[in-house]
């Protein structure tokens, strides 16, 4: 959407650089006073010049980081869930072919490599523990 000069804000012009402040403010970029300054400043103006002067200091917004996905588990998380897939498939498969040779089922030992590391990975997930959301680092 352009933003052109002289022509009065509309509410969802506001909504919109009020969404772009809240990213930049969880982006570190601002913190929460300079916030709720911007914030009231977006709903005071009645101008479109007046709008982009709020967001001129900060950078525009990739397309990619304004349509992140809205995943509750970080990257890290999920390639470590990956990861642990990835083992316990292994550890199965040579569980399995070790069966085979013997021509009996064997000791099911891979559930100590399946068992803890997913135990770990699913509390972690369910409590949100070291997922970003309880600390913040401070800008």
């Known amino acids: 959407m352009e933003i052109s000069t002289g022509t009065?804000?509309?509410?969802?012009?506001?909504d919109r650089i009020v969404r772009d402040l809240s990213r930049h403010m969880e982006d570190g970029r601002i913190?929460?006073?300079?916030?709720?300054?911007?914030v009231a400043q977006v709903y005071q103006t009645a101008t479109r010049e007046e709008l982009t002067a709020v967001l001129a200091d900060l950078p525009a917004l990739s397309s990619a980081s304004t349509?992140?996905?809205?995943?509750?588990?970080p990257i890290w998380q999920r390639i470590e869930a990956s990861a642990w897939l990835?083992?316990?498939?292994?550890?199965?498969?040579?569980?399995?072919?070790?069966s085979l040779?013997?021509?009996a089922f064997t000791y099911f030992w891979p559930i100590w490599v399946?068992?803890?590391?997913?135990?770990v990975?699913?509390?972690?997930a369910a409590t949100g523990i070291e997922?970003?959301?309880?600390?913040?680092?401070?800008?």
């Open 8 to 14: 009065r804000a509309s509410d969802a012009e506001r």
């Open 67 to 73: 349509m992140k996905s809205r995943s509750r588990f």
């Open 131 to 139: 997922a970003g959301h309880r600390h913040r680092r401070k800008a």
């Open 86 to 98: 990835a083992v316990g498939l292994l550890v199965l498969v040579i569980w399995a072919a070790i």
């Open 31 to 38: 913190d929460l006073a300079e916030y709720d300054q911007r």
């Open 121 to 124: 990975l699913a509390v972690r």
């Open 101 to 103: 040779s013997v021509g």
């Open 114 to 119: 399946i068992g803890p590391w997913g135990a």
